[in-house]
């Protein structure tokens, strides 16, 4: 198995700059793929992505310098082994809220003796010689169970001492919401703001990588100074929407009233 870019950056003292795709194509993931991110994510809990996809899309992007990852849709043993055995270098959890939730998460995405993982890495195997994947997937695999809810919150610390993780991944709209908030990406409510500058110190005292969803650069830029590891550049959906009202606003100003 080769080395995990995501980790090597985080020895480095460095921020992954991550993207995220909702569309089930490959040629998007090819494309973006060579936009100069770090990793590309797979999202199959709120994007349209299926497995089929997710395994497509890592096969697009497999010729390019990025890490491959997932956010899975649940935190199950079933589809998180699927996921690692389809070539993901890494699983981002949603809704993992209790340390128990946690130590789920490691054991289903870890082989024996530190987890449950069953074996068979049918596409990740190829990614080495034949019998060498097994050997360090265990190290290799970044594991980031989702923070996105006041109960998560409350069990910060029990969460963060959890043996297996890599960090945490914020839900910014998830954890507005149950604060009863306004869902939103970049937030900046003093209350919310707290909890990130609580989430970073706890996560620095633990050599762990707190990794944050942003809706573009500046947010991006703003949680990377305050600590973040991980910035998410909002996802391909977005970058297209908001690239294509922009070119389609300039046409109709500038064009005089002729469009």
């Not at 699927?82 to 340390?99: F, Q, R, S």
């Not at 050997?135 to 998560?152: F, G």
């Amino acid at each position: 198995m080769a080395n995990n870019k995501v980790k090597q950056l985080w020895a480095e003292g460095k921020t992954v700059v991550n993207a995220w795709l909702a569309i089930p194509s490959g040629f998007s993931a090819e494309v973006v793929a060579q936009c100069g991110f770090d990793s590309v994510t797979v999202d199959m809990q709120h994007g349209v992505q299926d497995y089929l996809s997710m395994v497509q899309c890592f096969q697009a992007m497999h010729g390019h310098p990025v890490t491959p990852m997932v956010r899975v849709p649940w935190n199950e043993p079933g589809v998180i082994g699927k996921v690692l055995d389809g070539g993901a270098y890494g699983v981002i959890c949603p809704m993992v809220n209790t340390p128990q939730e946690a130590r789920n998460l490691v054991s289903y995405a870890k082989y024996p003796p530190k987890g449950v993982r069953s074996n068979g890495p049918i596409r990740s195997g190829m990614y080495g010689s034949a019998g060498e994947y097994q050997k360090t997937a265990n190290d290799e695999i970044v594991l980031l169970p989702m923070m996105e809810t006041k109960t998560a919150v409350e069990n910060m610390e029990a969460i963060l001492d959890v043996e297996g993780i890599d960090g945490v991944y914020i839900g910014p709209s998830d954890l507005g919401f149950s604060y009863g908030l306004v869902p939103k990406l970049d937030r900046d409510e003093p209350e919310i703001l707290k909890i990130y500058e609580k989430i970073v110190k706890e996560c620095g005292k633990r050599g762990l990588n707190p990794g944050i969803h942003c809706s573009g650069a500046e947010g991006a830029v703003r949680a990377i100074n305050m600590g973040f590891k991980l910035v998410t550049l909002s996802n391909e959906v977005g970058l297209m929407q908001v690239y294509a009202r922009q070119q389609v606003a300039q046409t109709r100003k500038e064009s005089g009233g002729k469009a």
